[in-house]
């Protein structure tokens, strides 16, 4: 890792989720974060859930910024001038090391792979990267947690979603309304992703696995 951040970085803690049973299965190991629409505070409960994750596995847990947001993770920790997950995806001249964009946060118990500062124009997210992207990230983290940018924001989330062992889909409580929420479910099954879980910010409540089926 080349760098290191000591910015200070209020995490507020999201409605209660299953993590228990996430740290026990093995198999769900990398797991996207997503929303219905913007403002759903996914990267707030993506801090959350890494630094929870960190503390209950006591393993390594890397969390990515995949949302070039304006309020993104990247630009909250002061980030944004370092290379990152867009850059490992579709530099093609001059691609960074992987080792290079990774950030030791000095306040969280958890590493950083930032947004990154490439450009991206009408790219489509190539599959084959982020598998092998992802593969190489699982080799050295016990659990990394994504980032995503909303369902209905970004066809991203549908793409990262099929390649991911899990995804967990925020909802902001008396604010997202619930024929978005299942239709924002819908489309991510439908694309062929696995629902495991669901935050519900704003309201501490715990979306168990049997009620995503009436989805």
Known sequence: MDG????????????????TSTVLDQEQR???????NTGSGTSTSAL??????????????????????????????????LPGFRDLLFEQDTPPVLQDCLVRVSDQPF????????????????????????SQLSAHYRFVVIDG??????VDSLVIGTLVDGVILV?????????????????LTQAGAKLIGSVFNRRRYYMPKWLYNNL
């Open 4 to 19: 290191s951040t000591s910015r200070s970085l209020t995490i507020a803690t999201p409605s209660e989720t299953n993590l």
């Open 30 to 36: 990398v797991l996207l974060l997503t929303a219905a």
């Open 48 to 81: 959350a859930f890494a630094k929870q994750l960190t503390l209950m596995s006591g393993g390594p847990v890397l969390l990515v910024d995949s949302s070039p947001t304006s309020n993104s993770l990247t630009q909250q920790m002061g980030l944004q001038k």
């Open 111 to 134: 590493d950083m792979l930032p947004c990154g500062q490439y450009r991206r124009g009408n790219e489509r997210l190539n599959p084959d990267r982020l598998r092998a992207l992802l």
């Open 149 to 154: 940018e909303a369902v209905y924001s970004s």
């Open 171 to 187: 909802v902001t409580a008396e604010d997202t309304r619930w024929e978005v929420a299942q239709a924002a479910a819908q489309r």
